[in-house]
């Protein structure tokens, strides 16, 4: 349930900033990066988190939230109460997030040297610049390295979430030393139950 990956989400935010680390999310661009940054905006709102830079480091995943951002008629009650209680901030751009489209803009990311959050694409770490951010951090314990979707077998999300203690990166060896975490709520795919509702709905069944 959203409730339950919300609260999971919190925990692993506030455990990975005592320990002075990156919290790295592997999401993918469309609907999961979204889902996360509006959720870590609810949560440090609410103090439930302590406020930390968000780095959306995806050009696309920027150029998607830029379509939610436009949109705003779209929004359901519960995002439209979080504007009201903020004083109608973007939820896609509050204080602390920061999106990067350029590439030193992204090499700049490994620099950070306090607790932050870094969203990354591809969110099976198959290709994107979350492998470059993996590749420098995956060997410091302090690292967390959540995953929020599905992870297909022989992906390298699939092989960390299964506890592989080497992580080949771009063709070299690296030592995972980085903590793995995975809440699973945040998938965008329809289920069993919610396939059936769909179809119920439909007056002219095919």
Avoid: W
Wanted: glycine letters at 8%.
């Amino acid at each position: 349930p959203m409730n339950e990956a919300k609260e999971k989400l919190a925990r692993i935010v506030s455990e990975t900033a005592q320990r002075g680390g990156l919290l790295i999310i592997p999401a993918f661009a469309v609907g999961r990066t979204q889902d996360v940054v509006y959720h870590l905006h609810e949560l440090m709102e609410s103090k439930q988190i302590p406020s930390m830079p968000v780095y959306v480091d995806s050009p696309l995943a920027t150029n998607v939230t830029e379509i939610f951002r436009q949109h705003p008629e779209c929004y359901d009650e519960e995002t439209e109460k979080l504007l009201l209680q903020d004083g109608g901030q973007d939820p896609f751009g509050f204080d602390m997030l920061t999106y990067t489209r350029s590439t030193e803009e992204s090499k700049r990311l490994n620099d950070l040297r306090k607790p932050a959050i870094i969203i990354s694409a591809s969110g099976m770490c198959e290709g994107g610049r979350v492998l470059h951010h993996l590749r420098r951090n995956i060997g410091n314990p302090k690292t967390t390295v959540l995953f929020v979707g599905y992870q297909a077998e022989n992906t390298l999300g699939r092989k960390l979430l299964q506890g592989d203690k080497i992580a080949r990166i771009y063709g070299e060896e690296y030592e995972v030393r980085a903590r793995m975490e995975e809440i699973d709520g945040y998938s965008a795919h329809a289920d069993g139950g919610e396939l059936l509702d769909f179809i119920a709905a439909i007056p002219n069944k095919p």
